[in-house]
Nanobody, 116 residues
Framework: QVQLVESGGGLVQPGGSLRLSCAAY????????MAWYRQAPGRERELVAG????????NYAESVKGRFIIFRDNTKSTMYLQMNSLQSEDTAVYYC?????????WGQGTLVTVSS
């Protein structure tokens, strides 16, 4: 059974940093592309960053380019999102995502709050 478990969220001041983790279970992690999405209150869920199965290619939303870094460790079946220079606009629930044979899978989400 596919399971994605996010961790690492919390309260951080503007300009601060956080690292999110997504631990994957129940599938061959190294074979699948992965992504981070986020959903702010009252807004639709949006793609933050994606990474290919081998980690060699990444893409980012314009709003986080130069501040966030997505990477993965296939030996640990874990994906990460390093978030730097956080802004209040980054406040959201962050979700881990993968697509396996046209089925979309999500974690439970981890809340990131950027506030002074």
């Amino acid at each position: 059974q596919v399971q994605l478990v996010e961790s690492g969220g919390g309260l951080v001041q503007p300009g601060g940093s956080l690292r999110l983790s997504c631990a994957a279970y129940g599938f061959t992690f190294r074979r699948y592309h992965m992504a981070w999405y986020r959903q702010a209150p009252g807004r639709e869920r949006e793609l933050v960053a994606g990474i290919t199965s081998g980690g060699g290619m990444t893409n980012y939303a314009e709003s986080v380019k130069g501040r966030f870094i997505i990477f993965r460790d296939n030996t640990k079946s874990t994906m990460y999102l390093q978030m730097n220079s956080l802004q209040s606009e980054d406040t959201a629930v962050y979700y881990c995502n993968t697509i396996i044979r046209d089925a979309w899978y999500w974690g439970q989400g981890t809340l990131v709050t950027v506030s002074s």
